[in-house]
């Protein structure tokens, strides 16, 4: 089964907020989640990555 990391009770909750844009929506999708404070630690989202490579590339270019 899954490992239980939420049997430490001494750490409280935290709770995320995202507001995601929906593509060809006007609405914004609001995903919530509860997190154990100190078991959080934010990936790079694979977005993000790909961003900052193609800034890299369109500015190698430009130079």
Do not use: C, Y
């Amino acid at each position: 089964m899954f490992p239980d990391i939420f049997a430490n009770q001494e750490l409280p909750w935290d709770v995320h907020l995202n507001m995601i844009p929906e593509k060809g929506s006007p609405f914004l999708r609001m995903e919530l989640r509860l997190v154990k404070v100190g078991l959080f630690r934010p990936q790079p989202s694979t977005q993000n990555k790909a961003n900052r490579r193609q800034r890299a590339e369109s500015i190698r270019m430009k130079g």
